[in-house]
C-alpha cells in the first residue's frame, strides 16, 4: 500500500506560482506512474498532468501545458507539481495519485491510490 500526502497549496494571485508536492510512503514508489489531478467545486476531477515511473516521460492537460511542469525524486519518493502563470480557473484541490502502468494514464479509475489533496485558490 501507498500513502500519499500533498502539501504546498495556498491562496496566490492571478499570474502567480506555487510549487505542490506529494509525498510517498513505501519502497515500491518507483514501480508506479504518478498522477496530478485537480477537482473544482461543482465539477469532475480532471487530469492534470502525469509522469511515468522513471520520471523520462510526462504528459499534461492542454489547459496546463507549457505553465504547469510535473518532476519527480524516486530516491526521497516525492514528485512534484509546479504551477506558474496561474489563473482563476485553476482554483481547485489538487490531488496526486500513483498508478501501477508503467505511463500515466488520464483516466480516474487507473489510479490505485489517492492523497487528501491541497486547496489551490487564484484570485483575480
Known amino acids: 500500500q501507498v500513502q500519499l500526502v500533498e502539501s504546498g497549496g495556498g491562496l496566490v494571485q492571478a499570474g502567480g506560482s506555487l510549487r505542490l508536492s506529494c509525498a510517498a510512503s513505501?519502497?515500491?514508489?518507483?514501480?508506479?506512474?504518478v498522477g496530478w489531478f485537480r477537482q473544482a467545486p461543482g465539477k469532475e476531477r480532471e487530469f492534470v498532468a502525469g509522469i511515468s515511473r522513471g520520471g523520462g516521460s510526462t504528459v499534461y492537460a492542454d489547459s496546463v501545458k507549457g505553465r504547469f511542469t510535473i518532476s519527480r525524486d524516486n530516491a526521497k519518493n516525492t514528485v512534484c507539481l509546479q504551477v506558474n502563470s496561474l489563473k482563476p480557473e485553476d482554483t481547485a484541490v489538487y490531488y496526486c495519485?500513483?498508478?501501477?502502468?508503467?505511463?500515466?494514464?488520464?483516466?480516474?479509475?487507473?489510479?490505485?491510490?489517492w492523497g487528501q489533496g491541497t486547496q489551490v485558490t487564484v484570485s483575480s
Open positions: 513505501g519502497r515500491t514508489f518507483s514501480s508506479y506512474a
Open positions: 495519485a500513483v498508478s501501477k502502468t508503467l505511463r500515466p494514464p488520464r483516466l480516474l479509475y487507473n489510479y490505485d491510490y
